[in-house]
Each structure stands twice: as structure tokens, then as C-alpha cells.
């Protein structure tokens, strides 16, 4: 891709203003969460609601969600940036995020974070491998809305995080593309998609 198109696919890109949403699971009595922005609706049906959210294959909570089929989405409040420090700052392989949280879980069994201004609770129903991510398709199966107010989003994190977090976020998101990318390119030269 040339450097122009490049730059137009990131500002296409930057045109909207994902929420950050929580996702959490539990695997037996492994537990973990990670800030994700790549979560969505998956149906208009009201009675058969479905999410579609990618996930990092190097995240712990990939482990989780694979080993346990489910995993809860939370909307985070504007304000929760302690919630992105704690989840989306330090890796679930090296350290519990919800070690000091006494969290009850949902129906399903994810950790429920009660802060957040709502939950739902998600089933896999199918999986697509794109090389960096699993996609899930998700049943959801239940869910509440906590409290009422704007969603925090990838936009409000950067305006609102300090010099610091900024460019620690920056500095993580640097090597998650890097190992992304690999991931990417690997899984096309299996496929013989180069």
C-alpha cells in the first residue's frame, strides 16, 4: 500500500470514535479483562441480540474466552480511566488485573464490573481466525444498564489521559502492531495470500 493510501485509510479510520469496551472472562479460577475497541453490534433481531468482537491472540483473556466459550462486554463510564490503566496498561500474563476486586460474576460466570454503565453477557457461537485476532460471534444472553451517561471513548482516553499514560498507550500500541503484523503476514503467507 502506497504511503498516500496509507494516510487515507488511517484518517478514514479516524473519523469515528469507537467506545472502549471492557471484556472479561473466567476460565475456571483463571479470570482476566482487557480494554478492547473492536466490539460491535452483530444483529438488529431484538429477541436474538449478537456481538462481534476481536480479540488479540496474545491477550490472556484470549486464552480465557477460548478455554470458557463466553466472556462479558462492559461499557466504561467517560470518566473510568483508572478502568484503562488497570486492564489495558499491564499484561494478564503477568499480572492478576482483578486481583484486588471483589467482583460478582455475571450469569455466565465473568467477572462483573459494577462500575461500568452496563454489561452484557456473551456466548460464542462461531470463531474466525484472521492471523493477529480472533473474531467472536456472540450470543448475548443477558445484560443491564448500570447507570446512565456517555461511554468512554478511544477519543476521550487520549484527551483526557496525562502526558504519561498517553505515551505509554502509545508506546504498547507500537508493539501490539508490531506483533500484529507479523501475526497478519504469517497467516497470509499460510494461506498463500501474499
Known amino acids: 500500500m502506497s504511503p498516500e493510501t496509507q494516510a487515507a485509510v488511517s484518517e478514514i479510520f479516524h473519523l469515528y470514535d469507537p467506545p472502549l469496551w471492557l471484556v472479561t472472562a473466567r476460565a475456571g479460577a483463571r479470570r482476566g479483562g482487557f480494554v478492547a475497541t473492536s466490539a460491535t453490534r452483530a444483529s438488529i433481531v431484538p429477541d436474538l441480540p449478537r456481538m462481534l468482537v476481536a480479540v488479540a491472540k496474545h491477550h490472556h483473556t484470549w486464552e480465557l474466552i477460548e478455554s470458557s466459550g463466553g466472556f462479558a462486554l462492559h461499557l466504561l463510564c467517560a470518566d473510568d480511566l483508572a478502568s484503562v490503566w488497570r486492564f489495558g496498561l499491564v499484561s494478564g500474563h503477568q ?27 456473551c456466548r460464542v457461537e462461531d470463531r474466525l481466525d484472521t492471523g493477529d485476532r480472533t ?31 498517553r505515551a505509554e498507550l502509545k508506546r504498547l500500541y507500537a508493539e501490539d502492531q508490531t506483533t500484529d503484523r507479523a501475526a497478519i503476514l504469517a497467516w497470509r503467507r499460510r494461506r498463500g495470500a501474499d
Open 95 to 121: 499480572v492478576d488485573k482483578l486481583a484486588d476486586l471483589s467482583l460478582p460474576a455475571t450469569p455466565n460466570g465473568a467477572p462483573l464490573l459494577t462500575s461500568a454503565l452496563c454489561w452484557l453477557d
Open 135 to 165: 473474531a467472536y460471534l456472540a450470543a448475548v444472553t443477558g445484560g443491564e444498564v448500570l447507570r446512565r451517561g456517555p461511554p468512554l471513548t478511544v477519543a476521550g482516553v487520549l484527551h483526557h489521559a496525562p502526558e504519561a499514560r
